[in-house]
């Protein structure tokens, strides 16, 4: 692995800004030093696994307990679920969102700008991805790490037919207390509310958290806000190319069974993730693509 290493950073690596790095024997990342932003990117999956804007906290959380080995999902980060959200429609023993993100992504180019620092990563078809999707789609995730966090994952279809899928930007941002914060963006919506049998309701006013919470929100469009009064700060979600969003936390028991979230991490991550799922999965047309778009921000709350 070591060679591989030395490989990414001769062919990829801009010296003192974008150093590939194995922190774990066969874990490749990149890790990205701007001016305006430090990251973190693991190969597998193109997963950030932390960002944080010069002079903030965190905005990205990583558990403490993440589990960072080959084919298992990093928990923490902005984890890719593609090319289906949750579990497969059909297939009861294939991945819960899908198995993008615990494969090795190729690295296609990193560039350095005074603005921020760009990667480009591509996901094609291999033997172990054709077994369970059989389709001629090819995804890239399009990442610049800056003052903002900006990602694209774009989806283009090869196929003379229509495909569908669905797909999340999982990310975990990083929260001072989960009894300190709001979501706003979703107010009104329509959710699937998973914790009640998979329950469709409707929102009424900002989210806060109590307890588990595992809600698809359709037609979600708008940009959604974390209101976070324990660090004084908003991080702003702003997207385009998503109709649903997920707010998810596991709370007190979820998290124990899980084994990877730390033993009060429940209480310092909440997701929330732009996504296309269920009643909004996408079909792209025969020769087409898709692109789901966001930008991550951080605001003072006055
Ligand atoms: C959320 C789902 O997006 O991801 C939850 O809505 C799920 O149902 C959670 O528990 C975490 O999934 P995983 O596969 O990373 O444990």
């Keep these: ?38 990251a973190t990117i693991a190969l597998q999956g193109a997963q950030v696994m932390t960002w944080a804007p010069t002079s903030e906290r965190p905005v990205i959380w990583l558990s403490r307990a993440a589990k960072l080995a080959g084919g298992k999902s990093i928990r923490g980060g902005v984890p890719v679920c593609w090319p289906w ?34 990667v480009r990563f591509r996901l094609l078809p291999s033997p172990t991805t054709r077994a369970q999707w059989p389709h001629a789609t090819e995804v890239e995730l399009f990442i610049r790490v800056g003052r903002t966090l900006d990602m694209e994952l774009t989806t283009r279809n090869k196929e003379p037919a229509p495909v569908t899928i669905s ?22 919506l329509t959710y ?29 469009t708008a940009d959604c806000a974390i209101e976070d009064t324990g660090w004084r700060r908003r991080i702003r979600i702003a997207k385009s190319g998503s109709r649903s969003t997920v707010v998810w936390n596991p709370w007190i028991d979820k998290a124990a069974k899980m084994g990877d979230l730390g033993d009060d991490g429940y209480r310092h991550m909440l997701c929330v993730e732009s996504a296309n799922a269920v009643d909004d999965a996408v079909e792209i047309a025969a020769g087409g693509e898709h692109t789901l778009r966001v930008r991550y921000s951080v605001e003072r709350l006055d």
Excluded: C
Aim: proline share 4%; aromatic share 8%.
């Design 85 to 118: 959200f949750g579990p497969h429609p059909s297939q009861p023993n294939f991945p819960t969102h899908g198995f993008a993100r615990t494969v090795a992504w190729d690295v296609v180019a990193v560039g350095g700008t005074a603005e921020a620092t760009e």
């Design 192 to 220: 699937i509310d998973k914790v009640d049998h998979g329950t469709r309701k409707q929102q009424a006013g900002a989210v806060t958290i109590g307890g588990e919470v595992d809600r698809v929100y359709l037609r979600s």
């Design 1 to 38: 692995m070591a060679i591989e290493i030395d490989d990414l950073n001769r062919r990829y690596g801009i010296a003192g800004q974008a150093v590939f790095n194995e922190p774990v024997s066969g874990f490749a990342v990149l890790e990205v030093t701007h001016a305006h932003a430090q």
């Design 167 to 188: 797909e999340a930007l999982h990310t975990y941002f990083e929260v001072s207390d989960i009894g300190n914060v709001a979501v706003h963006g979703v107010d009104g």
